[in-house]
């Protein structure tokens, strides 16, 4: 989780001017920027933060070119008991609910502390569109593969909590092809959605989807072998862009940062985000909230 102080005014693309390390909620040297004394006129109080225990995910929002100064990495392994909360809190049945319920842990947690800050969470979910096959993944991903339904496929017995990513894609694949799926109609989508909640309550999300192709035959094969490689990696390595017009398809994990913005999930609802938080910073006044989170987690 990263935190920023934030200028009396705000620019669409603003000067960082200095750094320090301190310590957030028992997770030590997170990287704080500040920017100056006078903070109590942003609309986004003195502090921003950035809801996730994750490091990678804080590397890929600043890869994806989330404004702001996300150089912080929570040292590996180091998940405070609020990140754990917020991550025990995803119970919705979509990934607004998710991000919602999510931020709403840190935002009640720093408002019982007295704290005038914005939170901001994103929760990200793979779909598949087939309707035979809509039970796995969505936005329980994480959970769909059991044990059992493992050892079915492939005779071997994995406990739940070594089950990872490469094996649920592994499972994915294996499933495609028991039901002998064609290739072209293994049709699934990626989205992602990010919710912001000002000191007030006031709450705002973006949301981006794109469509995606899992692979099949050869492609799966090496898809899965380089994610086996990668030990460890959360990924998706076995789904490529569909093809459009003369634009060849292009695996989602192979994208560059620019096609990322275009292509992917993650990376168009980011550009959403960035325009989202300027038009908070200018008080657009075409901008309408979703409501007090409060209200909105009812």
Known sequence: MLITSLPNTIKSQPTF??????????????????FGNKQTSSPFGTNIYLGTGNPGKIQKFKTLGL???YTGITPEGVRNDIAAKANQAETGSSTLENARLKASVYHNHFKSQGKHVTVICEDFAF?????????????????WLTPELY????NEEIPTEKLTMYHRNKALVRLYDNAKIPAE?????????????????TSYHTQAKTPVQILAGNDAIEGLKRQKEEKGSTSNYITQSPSKGDVSPQLMIDLTPDQAKKL???GKAI????????????????????GNINELIK
Do not use: M, W
């Open 264 to 266: 992917h999930a993650k």
């Open 151 to 154: 050892k079915q496929l492939f």
């Open 185 to 201: 109609d293994r049709k699934a989508y990626y989205e992602s959605t990010f919710v912001i909640i000002l000191p007030d309550g």
């Open 271 to 290: 550009v959403h985000l960035n325009t989202l938080l300027n038009k908070i910073t200018q008080n657009d006044p075409t901008l309408t909230p979703d």
């Open 67 to 69: 404004n702001g100064p």
């Open 17 to 34: 001017y200095s750094t320090h390390q301190t310590s957030v909620l028992g997770t030590p040297l997170i990287d704080t920027v500040t």
């Open 127 to 143: 779909f598949q569109e087939h309707p035979d096959f809509k039970k796995y993944c969505g936005v329980h991903a994480n959970r």
